[in-house]
């Protein structure tokens, strides 16, 4: 059976699923600043913590900070796959109506898809609308739907609350037939 992992990139909280059919542990991560008590509590999640700088200062500082948070990010990702080893990932590509530090978003994107490349792990990029449309039946479903159909296509998540939407994604983009 291959292994598949989903990726959804964010600088605030990245979700990844990782689909291992014949084992389950350790299928979700997620990479965050503030991870909340409710998810570190949870033995279904794994949790890892990043040190997260604050774009202040000026310019030159703020690019500086946006760079280390982005590559804290990767350092993780990296991590996660090299554990892993799968067979290939699926990321959520950048949506064209991406608001807020899109240049942040799409410089994480590019860093994810290019530790898969070096790495020789094959990577397909899905739009986040063909992902909920796959998912969900609508291209445009809120997050809400999203968390609420993947509770139900794996119910131990049931017990999981906060913001979740992130891993919701993983998973239906660990599941995308490619």
Same mark, same amino acid.
């Given at each position: 059976?291959?292994?598949? &992992? ?16 014949? +084992?389950?542990?350790? /299928?979700?991560?997620? &990479? ?49 796959? &090299? ?18 530090? &899109? +240049? ?29 449309? /796959? ?18 296509? +794996?119910?131990?998540?049931? /017990? ?19």
């Amino acid at each position: 059976m291959m292994i598949v &992992i989903g990726v959804d990139p964010s600088i605030q909280s990245t979700g990844i699923y990782i689909n291992k059919p014949c +084992d389950v542990k350790d /299928q979700y991560h997620l &990479i965050c600043s503030k991870p909340t008590k409710k998810l570190l509590a949870c033995p279904l999640v794994t949790c890892h913590k990043y040190d997260y700088l604050p774009p202040d200062g000026d310019f030159m500082e703020k690019e500086r900070r946006k760079t280390w948070n982005v590559c804290q990010i990767i350092s993780i990702y990296k991590e996660i796959l &090299i554990d892993v080893m799968p067979d290939y990932c699926v990321i959520e590509a950048i949506a064209m109506s991406a608001a807020g530090r &899109i +240049d942040a978003l799409a410089m994480l994107n590019g860093g994810m898809r290019y530790v898969n490349h070096t790495m020789g792990i094959p990577i397909y990029a899905v739009p986040p609308t063909s992902n909920k449309l /796959q998912f969900t039946g609508n291209g445009q479903a809120p997050k809400e739907v999203m968390v609420e159909s993947w509770k139900r296509m +794996d119910p131990r998540m049931m /017990q999981v609350s906060g913001k979740v939407d992130d891993l919701a994604d993983a998973y239906a983009l660990a599941n995308f037939p490619v």
